[in-house]
């Protein structure tokens, strides 16, 4: 069973950056495909962006923009989430996840697919 812990959330004013990152331990972290989601008080868990197990394929929301990059390194069992041109409206509590999978190619989006969940990370933008 894998352990995710994340970090790197924080206070940031509009139009800044922020790397979040997910520290995984206790499995094999390459046979997880994983995920960064993000909630606020009386919203449903929303996907951010997802990668599968090699890193090769990825998922990004509309809302992203192009201002997210989810990454992971195999090697220091570390997914990341780069968010830059931050926004208001990111303002929520972030959290990572993993499922263990064993097709290289798949990325999951729905929060239901996922059976292991970090504690999540605040991030806040003041406008």
């Known amino acids: 069973q894998v352990q995710l812990v994340e970090s790197g959330g924080g206070l940031v004013q509009a139009g800044g950056s922020l790397r979040l990152s997910c520290a995984a331990s206790?499995?094999?972290?390459?046979?997880?495909?994983m995920g960064w989601f993000r909630q606020t008080p009386g919203k449903q868990r929303e996907v951010v962006a997802a990668i599968n197990l090699s890193g090769s394929r990825t998922y990004t929301a509309d809302f992203v923009e192009g201002r997210f990059t989810i990454s992971r390194d195999n090697t220091k069992n570390t997914l990341y989430l780069q968010m830059s041109e931050l926004k208001p409206e990111d303002t929520a509590d972030y959290y990572c996840?993993?499922?263990?999978?064993?097709?290289?190619?798949?990325?999951?989006?729905?929060?239901?697919?996922?059976?292991?969940w970090g504690r999540g990370t605040q991030v806040t933008v003041s406008s």
């Open positions: 206790g499995g094999t972290f390459s046979t997880y495909a």
């Open positions: 996840a993993a499922k263990k999978d064993v097709i290289v190619s798949i990325v999951f989006t729905s929060p239901s697919a996922y059976e292991y």
